[in-house]
C-alpha cells in the first residue's frame, strides 16, 4: 500500500483538529424541550411594566431571580410604599420609600413556598443570598442582614456592599476557578487559565453580540450569557435604525469546554417601540438548572446530562 506524502497527512491532521476546534466551539440549535416549569408574570405577582417600574429596579433588573439553595429560586421586585407615593406622573426621587417583595418558590415545580416584605426608605435597593442561608438588603447605603427566617441580625452589616455582593460570579473577567477566568467582548467569549491558556473561544456571527454580565453556577462548573441580535434596517435618511435585541440565552460548559444549551428569549422590536422586552437568568449553585425571567413569564430549564459538574 501506497503510504500518503508527509504534506497530506499533514494536512489531514489539521482537518481532523479544525474539526474537533469547531465541534468544541459551534452552538448547540435553541432547544425545542419544554421547560421543567413555567409560571405567568400575572401568575407569580410581579409588575411587567408601569411608571414606577421606570426605576423599580432590584440591583440591576426589575426582576432579579437568584437560588438562595439547590431547592429554592427567590424572585424579587420593588413595589412603591403606598404610603408614599409621588404624585401622579411623578418620577419618584431617590430618597421615595419603597416595599422590597420577595417570593420563596421551589426550583424543581414552581411551588409558592413563602413571602416577605422589606420596607424601606428608598428605591436604590439590591438583596443577595449568603452561603449560610442569610438574607442581605441594600437599602440606599445602608446594607442589613436577615436570618433564613427574616430576622434582622444585622443593621449596618457592612460598609461596602461590593463585600457581600456576588461579584465573583458576573461580569467580565469572572472567576470560574481558582485559575480559570472570563473574558469577553462583544462578539467574542473565551475561557482562559491564568497562565494565558485557552480552554475554548466562542464567535458569534456578524451582528450579534454578548451581553454582560456573565452568570456563572456557585461551583463554577458551568456559566451563561444573554445574546442579541440586531434587528431592524440602518438607514438614517428615511429615519430607520436598527436595534440590538435579546435573541436567546447560552449555557457553557467548563467540563465540555463549549456551548452546551441553548433557548430563545423575546427582545425588542425595532418596529413596535411600545413593547417593552427584558430578560434576566440565574443558574443553580450545582449549575443543573436555568432559570429565565422576563416581563412575560419566569421559566426553569433543566440543563442536559452531567454538565453541571466539572
Request: hydrophobic share 40%.
Amino acid at each position: 500500500m501506497k503510504k500518503a506524502s508527509p504534506g497530506i497527512a499533514a494536512l489531514g491532521f489539521l482537518l481532523a483538529f479544525a474539526a474537533i476546534v469547531d465541534a468544541q466551539t459551534s452552538e448547540p440549535p435553541p432547544t425545542r424541550d419544554k421547560p421543567l416549569w413555567k409560571e405567568s408574570d400575572r401568575a407569580i405577582g410581579y409588575r411587567s411594566w408601569s411608571l414606577w417600574a421606570e426605576i423599580s429596579w432590584v440591583g440591576p433588573h426589575h426582576l432579579k431571580i437568584l437560588f438562595p439553595d439547590q431547592d429554592h429560586l427567590a424572585l424579587a421586585w420593588l413595589l412603591p410604599d403606598p404610603t408614599a407615593q409621588s404624585p401622579a406622573g411623578a418620577i419618584p426621587l431617590p430618597d421615595t420609600p419603597s416595599i422590597l417583595h420577595m417570593l420563596l418558590l421551589d426550583s424543581k415545580t414552581g411551588r409558592s413556598v413563602v413571602s416577605h416584605d422589606w420596607r424601606l426608605t428608598s428605591h436604590t435597593v439590591d438583596l443577595v443570598s449568603t452561603a449560610h442561608g442569610h438574607w442581605v438588603v441594600k437599602d440606599g447605603d445602608q446594607v442589613s442582614m436577615y436570618s433564613a427566617g427574616f430576622e434582622k441580625l444585622h443593621d449596618n452589616f457592612v460598609g461596602d456592599w461590593r463585600q457581600v455582593a456576588p461579584t465573583a460570579g458576573e461580569g467580565n473577567g469572572a472567576l470560574v476557578g481558582e485559575d480559570t477566568r472570563i473574558n469577553s467582548t462583544p462578539n467574542e467569549l473565551a475561557l482562559v487559565k491564568t497562565d494565558g491558556q485557552v480552554l475554548f473561544r466562542h464567535m458569534l456571527p456578524e451582528k450579534q453580540e454578548f451581553e454582560n454580565p456573565v452568570t456563572v453556577a456557585a461551583n463554577g462548573s458551568v456559566f451563561a450569557a444573554v445574546v442579541t441580535r440586531r434587528r431592524g434596517i440602518d438607514n438614517p435618511d428615511l429615519g430607520f435604525k436598527s436595534l440590538q435585541a435579546e435573541n436567546r440565552v447560552v449555557v457553557y460548559s467548563v467540563r465540555s469546554r463549549g456551548p452546551v444549551f441553548s433557548v430563545k428569549v423575546k427582545g425588542m422590536s425595532p418596529w413596535r417601540r411600545g413593547d417593552i422586552y427584558w430578560n434576566t437568568i440565574a443558574l443553580s449553585p450545582q449549575g443543573d438548572l436555568l432559570a429565565i425571567a422576563s416581563n412575560e413569564e419566569v421559566r426553569v430549564y433543566a440543563l442536559p446530562g452531567t454538565i453541571g459538574t466539572k
